[in-house]
């Protein structure tokens, strides 16, 4: 037990290769449905936003603002997806990760700013 290990187990066993299976696949079709939900949330903060009488300053810019970190996201999710189809991807840098983060929150925010009613 000197080393760490329970009598009689042995030395530990190297990783075997990996075999990736469908993870690979779950993970690309992950993407694609998140990717899908961002754009469904851009899509109705624009029609929410058609639909208004008289749309303030700050909605219009949360609605660019909208358009500007979808297309954020949809470059990084096609980054990976494609990095993906070359076999195992790099891991996912912390700084796209935080990239990722901001957007979703930010993309929550703008659809806060551009459903709130004028006046209130």
Known sequence: MAD????????????PDRDPGLQPERT???WRRTTLSATVVAVLAGRQLLHRDAPGPVQVV???LTGLLWAAF????HHRMRAMAAGRPPALPPRTALLLVGCTLTLA???????????R
Do not use: K, T
């Open 62 to 64: 949360a609605a660019v």
């Open 28 to 30: 690309r079709l992950a």
């Open 74 to 77: 949809v470059a990084v999710s």
């Open 4 to 15: 760490g290990h329970p009598p009689g187990a042995g030395a530990p066993r190297p990783a």
């Open 109 to 119: 925010l703008c659809g806060a700013v551009i459903l709130a009613r004028p006046g």
